[in-house]
C-alpha cells in the first residue's frame, strides 16, 4: 500500500499484544504510539493527533473540543478500550460524523466477577480479617469475633441492570438471595431471567441488605448516591459502587459509614482517580477501596484489546464495526 | 455464673419448696458446662429450657486447660468450641455422669472419637447450618485471591494507584476455567454451586471413594488426586482432617499443579503442609493460595508464608455470620438438651 493510502493512527497507550498485532499485521496504518504504561501527557496527545484518521484511547485521555481540533478533518473513528465512555465529548464527536467503537460484553464477565467480589470482600470482612492476621490481633477462634453480614436470605437491589448488572445479579442469586430488586429508568424483560422486581429507587434502598450501582454515568446519574440516598439505607446494609466514581457524593458517604448509618461500602470507582492516600474514606476499616481493576484480567484485557483494534479498522476503512457505540 | 433463675422460678410455681427443699430440688438438674461465651440464641435455649443447670467461661477467649478440667468434674453435658481438646483427660476429669458433648463446629478432630464411644458418650454437631456461611467465605477468598484484591487494596492505601493502565493487578478470571474440589460434601457442593454462574466450564472433585449423588447436583466429574491437581485452574480444599488427609495438599500435589492456579483451603490446617505451600508460591509453581486455616492457628506473625504477596490468609472466619454463628449456637443447645433427655439430637455425630 503507498504512503498516501496508509492512514495514521495515534494510539494513546501502551496496549496488550492482542491489539497491537491486530494493527500491525492490517498493513495500512501509520502507527503512533505512545508506547507507555503511563497516561501521554495532554501536550503530547494533541500533538500526536495531528492529522490522524483514527484515535485508539483509554478512559484516561479526555477526547473534548480541543482534541478534536488538534486532531482536524482526517478523524473517522475513535476507539476506546473501554465500555464506559464519559471522557468522550459525544455531542462535538456526532457532529463531526466521527464514529465511535467501544468494548461492551467482553468485559462484563470480568467486571461483574470483580463486583461480586468486592461486596463479599466487604460484607465479609476480608480486609480486616488479613490486617488482623498480619499485625497479631488473631488470638484464636471467636464466636462473634469479624462476624459478617451473609448473603444468604438477603434482599440485594441494583441498581441499573444493564449487562453487566445483569451479570452481576446472576452470579449473586446462587448465595440464597431471597430478593433481587432493580431500578432504573424503565422495567428490562431480562430482570425476568433473575426473577429481579422493578421498584422505585426509595423502595430499593429502604428494603435492600446490599445495594449495588451498576448504572453508567449521565447527568442523571451524577452524584445520585448522596445525604438523602445513604439516610434511606438500612444500618446493617452494604453499598457497592463499580460503575463510575461520580455517581457518589464522597464526603456524604464517608458522613453514612463513620456514623453507622450504613454498616460498610466497597468502591472500584473513586473521584477523583487515583483516590489521594489521605483521603478520609481509606480511613475507614469498613469501605474497601480497590484501584478500577473490574475489567483486570489477562483474558478480558487481551480481548478487549483485540476488539478496539478491531474497532479501529472497521471505521478506517468505512466498514461495520464489531461493536459501535450509537451517536 | 449459676444461670438457674428461670429453673427455680418454674420449680417454685409446681411445687413451692423451703430453701432446703429448693437446693434438693436444683441438684436432681443435669449439670451442664459451657466451654465460651456462645452467642445469644444458645444460651437463651439452655436458659429458658429450665432443664440444665449451667455454669459458663464468659469471655470470648478460650478456657484455661486448668481450669476447664476442674469445671467439667461431675458434668451430665459439656458444650464445647474447637478450641478445647475433647480427649482421655478430660473425659476423666468429667467422671461417669457425662452422657452429652456438643460441639459449636461441623469439625470434630478436636474429639476423641474412640474415647466417647466407649464411654457411651453422645455427640451432638453443627453440620448444614453454617454451610452457606462457609461456602460465601470460600468464594470470597477465592475471588480475593485470584483478582489479588488484597494487592490491590494495598496499593490503594499506600500510593501505588497512578491512573488506570491496561495490564496493571490483572488476575485470573473464573470464566471458562476448571475448578476441582478434594473432598466432596456438603460444604464441597454449596461452594460449587455458587461458582457456576460465574461460567465455569467443569468442576471435577476427587475423595476416598466417587460421590455419585452429590457429583450429579453439580455435573462433577470424579477424578484421581493427580488429575486434580493437573487440571484445575482453582483447586478448593474442601474435605474433614483424617489420618488420610493430613498433609495431602504437599509437594507431590503442588509439582503438578498448573502455573496460573489458585489454591483455597477452608477445611483444616493440618491439611496442607505449609513448608511445600510456601515453596510452591514463592518459585512461581502455582499463581496464588488462599487460607482460612492454618497450622497453627494463630499462624504466628513472623511466619514466612506473610511475606508472600500472592498468599492470602485470613483468620478462620468461614462461619462468622452473625445470622450463622447465632444458628449454631442454637443448634448445639438443643443438641445438648435433646441428648440429655434420652431423645434423638436434630443433628447426631454417628459415632
Same mark, same amino acid.
Given at each position: 500500500?503507498?504512503?498516501?493510502?496508509?492512514?495514521?493512527?495515534?494510539?494513546?497507550? *501502551?496496549?496488550?499484544?492482542?491489539g497491537m498485532k491486530i494493527l500491525q499485521k492490517a498493513g495500512m496504518c501509520n502507527l503512533s504510539v505512545w508506547d507507555s504504561d503511563e497516561p501521554v501527557p495532554r501536550v503530547?496527545?494533541?500533538?500526536?493527533?495531528?492529522?490522524?484518521?483514527?484515535?485508539?484511547?483509554?478512559?484516561?485521555?479526555?477526547?473534548?473540543?480541543?482534541?478534536?481540533?488538534?486532531?482536524?478533518?482526517?478523524?473517522?473513528?475513535?476507539?476506546?478500550?473501554?465500555?464506559?465512555?464519559?471522557?468522550?465529548?459525544?455531542? !462535538?464527536?456526532?457532529?463531526?460524523?466521527?464514529?465511535?467503537?467501544?468494548?461492551?460484553?467482553?468485559?462484563?464477565?470480568?467486571?461483574?466477577?470483580?463486583?461480586?467480589?468486592?461486596?463479599?470482600?466487604?460484607?465479609?470482612?476480608?480486609? !480486616?480479617?488479613?490486617?488482623?492476621?498480619?499485625?497479631?490481633?488473631?488470638?484464636?477462634?471467636?464466636?462473634?469475633?469479624?462476624?459478617?453480614?451473609?448473603?444468604?436470605?438477603?434482599?440485594?437491589?441494583?441498581?441499573?441492570?444493564? *449487562?453487566?448488572?445483569?451479570?452481576?445479579? *446472576?452470579?449473586?442469586?446462587?448465595?440464597?438471595?431471597?430478593?433481587?430488586?432493580?431500578?432504573?429508568?424503565?422495567?428490562?424483560?431480562?430482570?425476568?431471567?433473575?426473577?429481579?422486581?422493578?421498584?422505585?429507587?426509595?423502595?430499593?434502598?429502604?428494603?435492600?441488605?446490599?445495594?449495588?450501582?451498576?448504572?453508567?454515568?449521565?447527568?442523571?446519574?451524577?452524584?445520585?448516591?448522596?445525604?438523602?440516598?445513604?439516610?434511606?439505607?438500612?444500618?446493617?446494609?452494604?453499598?457497592?459502587?463499580?460503575?463510575?466514581?461520580?455517581?457518589?457524593?464522597? !464526603?456524604?458517604?464517608?458522613?453514612?459509614?463513620?456514623?453507622?448509618?450504613?454498616?460498610?461500602?466497597?468502591?472500584?470507582?473513586?473521584?477523583?482517580?487515583?483516590?489521594?492516600?489521605?483521603?478520609?474514606?481509606?480511613?475507614?476499616?469498613?469501605?474497601?477501596?480497590?484501584?478500577?481493576?473490574?475489567?483486570?484480567?489477562?483474558?478480558? *484485557?487481551?480481548?478487549?484489546?483485540?476488539?478496539?483494534?478491531?474497532?479501529?479498522?472497521?471505521?478506517?476503512?468505512?466498514?461495520?464495526?464489531?461493536?459501535?457505540?450509537?451517536? | 455464673?449459676?444461670?438457674?433463675?428461670?429453673?427455680?422460678?418454674?420449680?417454685?410455681?409446681?411445687?413451692?419448696?423451703?430453701?432446703?427443699?429448693?437446693?434438693?430440688?436444683?441438684?436432681?438438674?443435669?449439670?451442664?458446662?459451657?466451654?465460651?461465651?456462645?452467642?445469644?440464641?444458645?444460651?437463651?435455649?439452655?436458659?429458658?429450657?429450665?432443664?440444665?443447670?449451667?455454669?459458663?467461661?464468659?469471655?470470648?477467649?478460650?478456657?484455661?486447660?486448668?481450669?476447664?478440667?476442674?469445671?467439667?468434674?461431675?458434668?451430665?453435658?459439656?458444650?464445647?468450641?474447637?478450641?478445647?481438646?475433647?480427649?482421655?483427660?478430660?473425659?476423666?476429669?468429667?467422671?461417669?455422669?457425662?452422657?452429652v458433648l456438643s460441639t459449636m463446629s461441623v469439625g470434630f478432630d478436636h474429639l476423641s472419637l474412640d474415647e466417647l464411644k466407649k464411654r457411651g458418650i453422645r455427640v451432638g454437631?453443627?453440620?448444614?447450618?453454617?454451610?452457606?456461611?462457609?461456602?460465601?467465605?470460600?468464594?470470597?477468598?477465592?475471588?480475593?485471591?485470584?483478582?489479588?484484591?488484597?494487592?490491590?487494596?494495598?496499593?490503594?492505601?499506600?500510593?501505588?494507584?497512578?491512573?488506570?493502565?491496561?495490564?496493571?493487578?490483572?488476575?485470573?478470571?473464573?470464566?471458562?476455567?476448571?475448578?476441582?474440589?478434594?473432598?466432596?460434601?456438603?460444604?464441597?457442593?454449596?461452594?460449587?454451586?455458587?461458582?457456576?454462574?460465574?461460567?465455569?466450564?467443569?468442576?471435577?472433585?476427587?475423595?476416598?471413594?466417587?460421590?455419585?449423588?452429590?457429583?450429579?447436583?453439580?455435573?462433577?466429574?470424579?477424578?484421581?488426586?493427580?488429575?486434580?491437581?493437573?487440571?484445575?485452574?482453582?483447586?478448593?480444599?474442601?474435605?474433614?482432617?483424617?489420618?488420610?488427609?493430613?498433609?495431602?495438599?504437599?509437594?507431590?500435589?503442588?509439582?503438578?499443579?498448573?502455573?496460573?492456579?489458585?489454591?483455597?483451603?477452608?477445611?483444616?490446617?493440618?491439611?496442607?503442609?505449609?513448608?511445600?505451600?510456601?515453596?510452591?508460591?514463592?518459585?512461581?509453581?502455582?499463581?496464588?493460595?488462599?487460607?482460612?486455616?492454618?497450622?497453627?492457628?494463630?499462624?504466628?506473625?513472623?511466619?514466612?508464608?506473610?511475606?508472600?504477596?500472592?498468599?492470602?490468609?485470613?483468620?478462620?472466619?468461614?462461619?462468622?455470620?452473625?445470622?450463622?454463628?447465632?444458628?449454631?449456637?442454637?443448634?448445639?443447645?438443643?443438641?445438648?438438651?435433646?441428648?440429655?433427655?434420652?431423645?434423638?439430637?436434630?443433628?447426631?455425630?454417628?459415632?
Amino acid at each position: 500500500m503507498s504512503a498516501q493510502q496508509m492512514m495514521k493512527v495515534f494510539v494513546t497507550r *501502551r496496549i496488550p499484544q492482542e491489539g497491537m498485532k491486530i494493527l500491525q499485521k492490517a498493513g495500512m496504518c501509520n502507527l503512533s504510539v505512545w508506547d507507555s504504561d503511563e497516561p501521554v501527557p495532554r501536550v503530547e496527545l494533541l500533538k500526536g493527533v495531528a492529522g490522524a484518521h483514527g484515535i485508539l484511547c483509554l478512559l484516561s485521555d479526555k477526547i473534548d473540543t480541543e482534541v478534536l481540533d488538534a486532531a482536524g478533518p482526517n478523524l473517522k473513528v475513535i476507539s476506546t478500550l473501554s465500555v464506559g465512555f464519559d471522557h468522550l465529548a459525544i455531542d !462535538e464527536i456526532k457532529k463531526r460524523g466521527i464514529r465511535v467503537g467501544y468494548t461492551p460484553d467482553v468485559l462484563t464477565d470480568a467486571t461483574a466477577e470483580l463486583t461480586v467480589a468486592l461486596l463479599l470482600a466487604t460484607a465479609r470482612r476480608l480486609p !480486616e480479617g488479613v490486617e488482623e492476621v498480619k499485625n497479631g490481633g488473631w488470638s484464636t477462634w471467636k464466636p462473634l469475633w469479624l462476624c459478617g453480614y451473609g448473603l444468604s436470605g438477603s434482599t440485594v437491589g441494583v441498581i441499573g441492570l444493564g *449487562r453487566i448488572g445483569l451479570a452481576i445479579a *446472576r452470579r449473586l442469586k446462587p448465595f440464597g438471595v431471597k430478593r433481587l430488586l432493580y431500578t432504573g429508568r424503565q422495567p428490562k424483560p431480562q430482570a425476568q431471567e433473575v426473577d429481579g422486581e422493578y421498584v422505585p429507587l426509595d423502595t430499593l434502598l429502604s428494603e435492600c441488605d446490599f445495594v449495588v450501582v451498576s448504572c453508567s454515568l449521565t447527568p442523571d446519574t451524577q452524584n445520585l448516591c448522596d445525604k438523602t440516598f445513604f439516610s434511606k439505607m438500612k444500618k446493617t446494609s452494604i453499598f457497592i459502587n463499580t460503575s463510575r466514581g461520580a455517581v457518589v457524593n464522597q !464526603e456524604d458517604l464517608f458522613e453514612a459509614l463513620s456514623s453507622g448509618q450504613i454498616a460498610a461500602a466497597g468502591l472500584d470507582v473513586t473521584t477523583p482517580e487515583p483516590l489521594p492516600t489521605d483521603h478520609p474514606l481509606l480511613t475507614l476499616k469498613n469501605c474497601v477501596v480497590l484501584p478500577h481493576i473490574g475489567s483486570a484480567t489477562y483474558s478480558t *484485557r487481551g480481548v478487549m484489546s483485540a476488539l478496539t483494534a478491531n474497532n479501529l479498522l472497521a471505521g478506517l476503512t468505512g466498514s461495520e464495526m464489531p461493536s459501535e457505540l450509537k451517536l | 455464673m449459676w444461670c438457674s433463675r428461670t429453673a427455680l422460678g418454674r420449680l417454685q410455681k409446681i411445687a413451692p419448696c423451703t430453701v432446703s427443699g429448693f437446693h434438693r430440688a436444683m441438684s436432681v438438674l443435669p449439670k451442664v458446662y459451657v466451654t465460651r461465651k456462645v452467642p445469644p440464641d444458645g444460651l437463651d435455649i439452655l436458659r429458658k429450657s429450665g432443664q440444665v443447670q449451667f455454669e459458663m467461661w464468659d469471655s470470648d477467649d478460650p478456657v484455661p486447660r486448668v481450669e476447664l478440667l476442674k469445671k467439667v468434674k461431675g458434668c451430665d453435658g459439656i458444650l464445647c468450641v474447637l478450641t478445647e481438646k475433647i480427649d482421655a483427660q478430660l473425659l476423666d476429669a468429667a467422671g461417669p455422669n457425662l452422657k452429652v458433648l456438643s460441639t459449636m463446629s461441623v469439625g470434630f478432630d478436636h474429639l476423641s472419637l474412640d474415647e466417647l464411644k466407649k464411654r457411651g458418650i453422645r455427640v451432638g454437631y453443627t453440620p448444614d447450618v453454617l454451610t452457606d456461611a462457609v461456602a460465601e467465605l470460600t468464594v470470597a477468598l477465592l475471588l480475593a485471591t485470584s483478582r489479588r484484591l488484597i494487592e490491590a487494596t494495598h496499593e490503594a492505601k499506600t500510593g501505588g494507584w497512578g491512573t488506570w493502565r491496561t495490564l496493571w493487578l490483572c488476575g485470573h478470571e473464573l470464566a471458562n476455567s476448571t475448578v476441582g474440589i478434594l473432598g466432596l460434601g456438603r460444604i464441597g457442593v454449596a461452594i460449587a454451586e455458587r461458582l457456576k454462574a460465574f461460567k465455569v466450564k467443569k468442576f471435577i472433585y476427587t475423595d476416598v471413594e466417587p460421590r455419585p449423588e452429590l457429583a450429579k447436583m453439580i455435573e462433577a466429574e470424579y477424578v484421581s488426586l493427580d488429575e486434580l491437581a493437573k487440571q484445575s485452574d482453582f483447586l478448593a480444599i474442601c474435605c474433614a482432617l483424617t489420618p488420610e488427609t493430613h498433609g495431602i495438599c504437599n509437594w507431590n500435589l503442588f509439582s503438578k499443579m498448573k502455573k496460573n492456579a489458585i489454591f483455597i483451603n477452608t477445611s483444616r490446617g493440618g491439611v496442607v503442609n505449609q513448608e511445600d505451600l510456601y515453596e510452591a508460591l514463592s518459585t512461581g509453581l502455582i499463581a496464588g493460595a488462599g487460607l482460612d486455616v492454618t497450622t497453627p492457628e494463630p499462624l504466628p506473625t513472623h511466619h514466612p508464608l506473610f511475606t508472600l504477596k500472592n498468599c492470602v490468609i485470613l483468620p478462620h472466619i468461614a462461619s462468622a455470620s452473625y445470622t450463622t454463628r447465632n444458628a449454631m449456637s442454637a443448634l448445639a443447645a438443643n443438641n445438648l438438651l435433646t441428648g440429655l433427655r434420652g431423645e434423638p439430637m436434630p443433628k447426631e455425630l454417628k459415632l
